[in-house]
């Protein structure tokens, strides 16, 4: 069974760059199939998508957070990882990581998310 | 950008059907997803492509999309029901949520 674990440091100072990293274990990253994205919910309030990345290496972003969101694989490691720079405040939330099945160009949703990590921006 | 408008709560009678809808524009042209949240707990897959169920969701559990409006309908609903649902879209490269919904069964 397919499984998504985050991880990372749960306290960013302001203006620092913020790093987590998703594990896949139970299935291969590299599938034709899949995109692994990141989606991040503040305190109280619903989800927001960050972005998506294919095995390959290629990117969609929210275009909210695209200056400063970089997301990348390492299929070797099963692992794809997120970088958020110049963070504040309001980037406090728990990220989740999340796999999302394409067939050919149709999407079919999330079915598989990671617990969650709690990230706090504060000095 | 595209724009998913849910409303923020409601309110079921145990046993009762309950339908939260997504409002978008023509959003019947799109593939919609629906998610339950449970507090504490990561989103789960209920709905995808406006009207199938993953395997371990219950029948009760049904969709629709259609015009402007896509609908999650919660048949015969069960305490455990009680959560936050969130409807989802993929548009122009991007993934789209709503801002979910509040169901509270009563």
């Known amino acids: 069974q397919l499984q998504l674990q985050e991880s990372g440091p749960g306290l960013v100072k302001p203006s620092e760059t913020l790093s987590l990293t998703c594990t896949v274990s139970?299935?291969?990253?590299?599938?034709?199939?899949?995109?692994w994205g990141w989606i991040r919910q503040p305190p109280g309030k619903g989800l927001e998508w960050i972005g998506s990345?294919?095995?390959?290496?290629?990117?969609y972003y929210n275009v909210s957070l695209k200056s400063r969101v970089t997301i990348s694989v390492d299929t070797s490691k099963n692992q794809f990882s997120l970088k958020l720079t110049s963070v504040t405040a309001a980037d406090t939330a728990v990220y989740y990581c999340?796999?999302?099945?394409?067939?050919?160009?149709?999407?079919?949703?999330?079915?598989?998310w990671g617990q969650g990590t709690t990230v706090t921006v504060s000095s | 950008s595209y724009e998913l408008t849910q409303p923020l709560s409601v309110s079921v009678a145990l046993g009762q059907t309950a339908r939260i809808t997504c409002g978008g524009n023509?959003?019947?042209?799109?593939?919609v997803h629906w998610y339950q949240q449970k507090p504490g707990q990561a989103p789960v897959l209920v709905i995808y492509?406006?009207?199938d169920r993953p395997s371990g969701i219950p029948e009760r559990f049904s969709g629709s999309n259609s015009g402007n409006t896509a609908t999650l309908t919660i048949s015969r609903a069960q305490a455990g029901d009680e959560a936050d649902y969130y409807c989802?879209?993929?548009?122009?490269?991007?993934?789209?949520f709503g801002g979910g919904t509040k169901l509270t069964v009563l």
């Open positions: 999340a796999r999302r099945i394409v067939v050919v160009v149709a999407d079919y949703g999330m079915d598989v």
């Open positions: 139970g299935g291969s990253i590299s599938s034709s199939s899949y995109y």
């Open positions: 990345i294919f095995y390959s290496g290629s990117t």
């Open positions: 023509n959003i019947g042209s799109k593939n």
């Open positions: 492509r406006d009207r």
């Open positions: 989802q879209v993929w548009d122009s490269s991007t993934v789209v």
